[in-house]
């Protein structure tokens, strides 16, 4: 271990570059969001390409313990070690939790120089490891030990702290179950019923598809909240790492776009037909607008979410969701129902909406390309159903044109 | 007294013949038998327990060799349970043993299975490799589309969600459902069975 961290003059000067790995990502992104923070001093994640200095694991994830002993990360760079109290983990530097960023600076002193090992390293006789608590401050009469923690902290470990909350608000918030009432057999007819003209409109016959310009039984995807979604994802990806998130500012709702952890809340409940009809009617472009935040400003975001938000979606789920209730069984502008389409792959259905028959088709828009018409002779199903579907996929971006 | 002047007293009528109503129509159920295979645990056991209507019959025991690191019991011949996903259709479940030692239940408990259900712990860093001894095993089923893949503990390594194991299967041209899945949960374990036997189905109609 002495040898693997004796790193060299050059690393010295500037952040160590760190790999984490076999953690949750929560704790990936409190620590990204932490080095972030504080690039000039400890650590900063390794781009693509460059040589880690370190990796940093979650000794508490499972996984990582059997990991460390088979030798997984013996023969790469230093581990550094997360872990609630005091564990045995060969060849790995630990840093007890709750993480302090005085034992990450520790724990990176450490790496730099062996030989400044903290005299309150905690380390049983029998473990290899390497324990790096955070320094210890001096004995004060003070009782409360968050007024303790807080007074000892420096100004980083409290700009942690806040992050830890901030990014649990959103992510522990439990996503809203897809509504199964659509299919399941022991809701009431009635409600069944509500539930499949809300995510496939009314009935609508083959033949009215056949005119691809139809305003009754077309749309443009677009102009809905499923277009906008669609556009701000668009501006987070071109933007790279610069933008953190997105929040849609429309007449009716709030929503707020959280790539980081995979999450999109509303500020407003999307259980009521009233207001689904309202929040995924056309809006044009001057009634929403697009905020977005970057590293600087996502804390502005985060506040707004833990002030604002009422629901909680997994960002697939609520594309999907929002793709349905935007077409409600329409098809957009232009598609043309001969045109034979095939899904790239199976939609997740344990996290999305499910519609009447989607199973079936998708079982079979994946075995074959098939155009909505022949989709609809084949299984027997209504084409609202299929149409809804189509819109889900459409959304996801799992269809494929292929000749039939 | 003359009897045979006497005109004899009519016979009753005769009762008309009483016609059996005919009963309902029965629908005669249709039993499957469906596997869940996967590695040591992964929730096999929990899978089988949440979707069965009916208490599990499980040969659990406690291990004797390393799996007593990651549980204290473990699956040693299958488990059954039995699910009804609606008035027609019925699906008998049969969790196989996880551990490769037990391999030789994998290949007794296939015989005519209508499918299987592959679970995969997406926090063990070796998961894809992982599939390696079901996909073999189960080759000739994968081979009729009737596998379908739950990954599990997706909320603990969330990093590259699903596509990993969908890249996997495509490569080696499997187009089979690949799910997240918390096996305590009946609506997920259901959900996966039931795309299981949608691809079936309609690979039957084609």
């Known amino acids: 271990m002495n040898a693997r961290a004796n790193l060299t003059a050059e690393r010295d000067v500037g952040p160590l570059k760190v790999v984490l790995s076999a953690m949750s990502e929560r704790t990936r992104a409190m620590l990204e969001y932490h080095f972030d923070r504080d690039a000039d001093e400890v650590f900063a994640v390794a781009e693509v390409g460059d040589a880690p200095d370190a990796i940093i694991v979650d000794y508490d994830h499972p996984g990582t313990r059997a990991a460390i002993e088979s030798g997984k990360w013996a023969s790469g760079p230093p581990l550094i070690a997360l872990a609630h109290g005091e564990v045995e983990a060969a060849s790995a530097v630990l840093v007890s939790k709750p993480i302090e960023p005085a034992a990450l600076a520790a724990a990176a002193a450490w790496l730099r120089d062996p030989g400044s090992r903290p005299t309150e390293t905690r380390e049983e006789p029998s473990s290899t490891a390497r324990a790096v608590p955070a320094p210890v401050a001096e004995p004060t009469p003070a009782t409360d030990p968050v007024a303790e923690r807080s007074r000892r902290l420096p100004l980083a470990a409290r700009d942690l702290d806040d992050v830890a909350p901030t990014a649990t608000a959103a992510s522990r918030r439990r996503p809203v179950e897809p509504d199964a009432s659509a299919l399941d057999d022991g809701s009431s007819d009635l409600r069944r019923r509500a539930r499949v003209e809300a995510l496939c409109g009314p009935a609508r016959a083959l033949a009215a598809f056949d005119d691809p310009n139809d305003p009754a039984h077309r749309h443009d995807p677009a102009r809905h909240l499923d277009g906008h979604l669609a556009r701000a994802l668009d501006a987070l990806q071109a933007k790279g790492s610069e933008l953190r998130g997105v929040t849609l500012v429309m007449p009716d709702i709030e929503v707020y776009v959280l790539p980081w952890l995979d999450r999109v809340c509303t500020s407003e409940p999307l259980n009521w037909s009233a207001a689904v009809e309202r929040v995924f009617r056309e809006h044009d472009d001057d009634e929403v607008d697009l905020v977005t935040y970057d590293i600087r400003t996502v804390n502005t975001l985060v506040g707004r979410v833990n002030a604002n938000a009422c629901q909680s979606y997994p960002l697939g789920a609520f594309r999907w969701l929002a793709a349905l209730f935007s077409a409600r069984g329409r098809l957009p502008f232009g598609v043309d129902v001969r045109r034979p389409v095939q899904l790239r792959h199976w939609p997740a259905f344990t996290r999305l909406e499910m519609t009447p028959g989607c199973l079936a088709i998708a079982a079979e828009w994946t075995r074959a390309p098939r155009t909505i018409g022949s989709m609809v002779e084949h299984l027997g199903c209504e084409p609202r159903h299929v149409t809804a579907f189509h819109a889900g996929a459409r959304a996801a971006g799992l269809l494929e044109s292929r000749p039939e | ?206």
Do not use: C
Not at chain 2, 30 to 57: E, H, Q, Y
Not at chain 2, 106 to 112: K, N, S, Y
């Open chain 2, 1 to 206: 007294m003359n009897r045979s002047a006497e005109s004899p007293e009519p016979l009753p009528e005769p009762l008309p013949e009483r016609v059996p109503e005919p009963l309902p129509e029965r629908v005669p159920e249709r039993v499957m038998k469906v596997l869940v295979a996967g590695p040591v645990g992964v929730g096999k056991t929990t899978a089988v327990k949440s979707a069965s209507d009916v208490p599990i019959l499980t040969t659990e025991t406690t291990p004797t060799d390393d799996t007593l690191l990651l549980k204290p019991s473990t699956t040693v011949a299958l488990d059954f349970g039995v699910a009804r996903l609606d008035d027609v259709r019925v699906v008998h479940l049969y969790g196989t043993p996880g551990q490769k030692r037990f391999d030789f239940m994998w290949e007794i408990l296939r015989d005519g299975s209508a499918g299987v259900v592959i679970l995969v712990d997406a926090s063990d860093p070796d998961a894809i490799e992982g599939l390696g001894p079901y996909l073999e095993t189960y080759a000739a089923l994968l081979e009729q589309r009737r596998v379908a893949l739950g990954v599990t503990r997706l909320e603990v390594d969330a990093k590259d969600g699903l596509a990993p194991f969908r890249s996997h299967l495509g490569r080696i041209g499997a187009s089979v459902p690949v799910f997240e899945v918390d096996p305590r949960s009946r609506a997920d374990v259901l959900v996966l069975i039931r795309a299981l036997l949608a691809t079936t189905d309609v690979d039957l109609m084609s």
